[in-house]
């Protein structure tokens, strides 16, 4: 059997993608940092030691009932997604957010969707991603945005906040830094003089709602990708198809 730990564990992973094993299995031990370094046997020369950097996936909402399935709220679905798609149980509250330890593939994963309400989602992202020593460049945040057409999903390595409040108060509690990926969910621009805050408190019409549903089956896979084998022509591709999606030739 091959074993992960780190120095000071806050869980154990147990994997055997060599031996043909079951996938890693977590266990809660004790309170240390998110860090995870595996041994992986070799055939004949022993032991390769192989360090996973945890990804840190952040989804933008409210909490509550009252905002469930809102327009605002798409990011905690994607969460909701990815939980169910890889069986990581989100069942633990820490810095004012619910998350949920796991992985993806070998690599480490940590679910979060804050509870302080969309302006403040800051104060759970900066404090998580200090407490397990998440660097930027893997953390993600996850949230809806007005800029693209409804259900059709962006991946970029960095940018602005682009007038989201979530997006500017996170970046605020990240040291003002814009060099983390952030994966977009489209959700279209208000029609005619309708007030930006009650479209985005409103729920989507039918036809949406199939579109934002098969988005999120798509942001699952793009995270997948993304955290397997990072910012590389696939995602280019992945990005490309997005835009073009709704474009009937």
């Known amino acids: 059997m091959l ?4 120095p000071t564990p806050a869980f154990c992973l ?35 030691k192989v360090e996973y950097t945890p990804w840190l996936v952040v989804g933008l909402g409210n909490p509550g009932s009252k905002y ?31 998350i949920g330890i796991g992985s993806i593939g070998d690599v480490p994963i940590l679910l979060a969707k804050p509870q302080t309400y969309m302006n403040f989602s800051g104060e759970s992202v900066g404090p998580l991603a200090a407490y397990y020593q998440v660097p930027l460049r893997h953390i993600l945040l996850v949230y809806d945005d007005m800029k693209l057409p409804n259900g059709v999903l962006r991946l970029q390595p960095k940018g602005g906040h682009g007038y989201h409040n979530g997006l500017k108060n996170v970046m605020g509690h990240l040291d003002g830094s814009p060099n983390f990926p952030r994966l977009s969910i489209g959700i279209g621009n208000p029609p005619g003089n309708m007030d930006v805050k009650a479209f985005l408190l409103q729920k989507f019409s039918s036809v949406e709602r199939e579109q934002i549903d098969a988005s999120l089956e798509q942001g699952v896979e793009a995270l997948r ?14 990005n490309l198809g997005q835009k073009y999606k709704y474009h009937k030739v």
């Open 3 to 6: 074993h992960a730990a780190s």
């Open 68 to 98: 469930y399935g809102t327009r605002h709220n798409v990011g905690f679905e994607v969460i909701d997604s990815i939980s169910k798609a890889e069986g990581i149980r989100m069942n633990t509250i820490q810095s004012k957010a619910l």
């Open 225 to 238: 990708t993304l955290v397997l084998n990072g910012f590389n022509n696939q995602v280019y591709r992945f």
């Open 14 to 48: 147990s994997s055997s993608r060599n031996l043909n094993c079951p996938r890693y299995s977590t266990k809660s031990l004790v309170r240390a940092r998110f860090s995870v370094r595996c041994l992986v046997a070799e055939e004949k020369n022993g032991a390769t």
